[in-house]
């Protein structure tokens, strides 16, 4: 491991260090298209605008689990798709939920995952993660603003049934 990080010159006087810089790199996504024009100029004060943004989600036959990033004005800054899971399950750590809202300087994070089966109500396990991220934010200073599952044409937001 040693000659991962120090190389020696000839004359064995001097070192060159050498690390592993983190350099984020960026791409653009189409999310949805023909998207009402008021999603993408207002900032998002409803549960029901992230529904309408991603709820062709519900179109997917895998669990993806997203976080959006969010301004100080609460308009998305960025979108980090943490996991992409089975038909009923997705793996979601704190450190990878966070890990691109700290490089992004987030002030907040909306969460984001759909049910393939259609049913957007919560599991256990979703009530359970959530708690875990709501407290992980808290540390760090990035709120979890929302967790919003999205079904068959309608969505569970966690704020609006008082779960967060």
């Known amino acids: 491991m040693k000659e ?11 070192k060159t260090l050498r690390l592993r810089v983190i350099k984020p790199v960026y791409s ?3 999310i949805r298209e023909c998207m009402p ?3 993408a100029t207002e900032r998002f004060i409803s549960p029901l605008q992230v529904f309408e ?26 979108l980090d798709r943490v996991s992409v899971g089975s038909l009923n399950q ?16 987030a002030a907040g994070i909306i ?13 256990q396990e979703d009530i359970s993660i959530t708690r875990r991220l709501k407290e992980a934010g808290e540390l760090i200073g990035i709120p979890v603003l929302d967790h919003i599952i999205i079904g068959d044409g309608q969505y569970v937001s966690f704020v609006e049934r008082g779960l967060l």
């Not at 991603?54 to 308009?75: Q, S």
């Not at 995952?113 to 049913?119: I, S």
């Open 111 to 123: 969460l984001v995952h759909n049910h393939p089966t259609g049913d957007p109500n919560p599991s």
């Open 4 to 14: 991962l990080f120090q190389e020696y010159s000839g004359d064995n006087r001097t």
């Open 28 to 30: 653009r996504e189409v």
């Open 37 to 39: 024009l008021y999603l």
């Open 90 to 105: 997705s793996i979601v750590h704190p450190r990878e939920v966070f890990k691109s809202a700290c490089i992004i300087s």
């Open 53 to 78: 943004m991603f709820k062709d989600l519900a179109l997917e036959t895998k669990e993806h689990f997203l976080c959006l990033h969010l301004d100080g004005k609460n308009r998305i800054v960025s």
